[in-house]
């Protein structure tokens, strides 16, 4: 299966608080690494490096900006990086009429189904639902009520 992976898997593989969900995008990521048989897209890389180095009140941020970008390189070796084409932003405001989704998804989306994608790993779709010819899996699903654990630190 060649399938497509959004930020929230990249994140949940490093953060702590959701032990389950770090399980499972840990041993997904391994799992692509080996059978070659995921890909990231662009925006999945930067929603990665905001969201990883980004902190509030209730948390603190997941990496400092150095860290988060060494990540980012161990990525770049790791999966190939697919990068939008003026064709990937025409077929997202297409998919983003079509299928009423946001414009971050209606852009992973169209990523997929520009390149024949079959599959998007994601917890942000609906699991299972077929967008054109492209079906988005949540690993996360069985983790889904997974308690809250307290803010982590290191």
């Not at 997904?28 to 995921?38: D, H, I, K, T």
């Not at 297409?94 to 209606?106: E, F, I, N, P, Q």
């Not at 949540?138 to 889904?144: D, E, K, T, V, W």
Request: hydrophobic share 45%.
């Amino acid at each position: 299966m060649a399938g497509l992976v959004d930020t929230n898997i990249l994140v949940y593989r490093f953060d702590k608080r959701f032990a389950v969900k770090q399980a499972i995008a840990t041993e997904m990521l391994r799992a692509g690494v080996a059978e070659r048989s995921w890909v990231l897209p662009h925006q999945a890389v930067v929603e990665f490096v905001a969201v990883v180095t980004r902190s509030n009140r209730d948390k603190p941020a997941l990496f400092t900006k150095d860290d988060a970008l060494r990540q980012v390189e161990y990525l770049f070796g790791e999966f190939p990086v697919i990068y939008p084409t003026e064709n990937t932003i025409r077929t997202a405001l297409r998919g983003a009429a079509l299928y009423k989704v946001s414009w971050h998804d209606a852009h992973l989306w169209a990523y997929a189904d520009e390149r024949g994608l079959e599959t998007i790993g994601s917890e942000d779709f609906t699991d299972g639902c077929w967008y054109g010819r492209v079906q988005v899996r949540n690993p996360f699903r069985a983790a889904m009520h997974e308690p809250l654990a307290p803010a982590y630190r290191d």
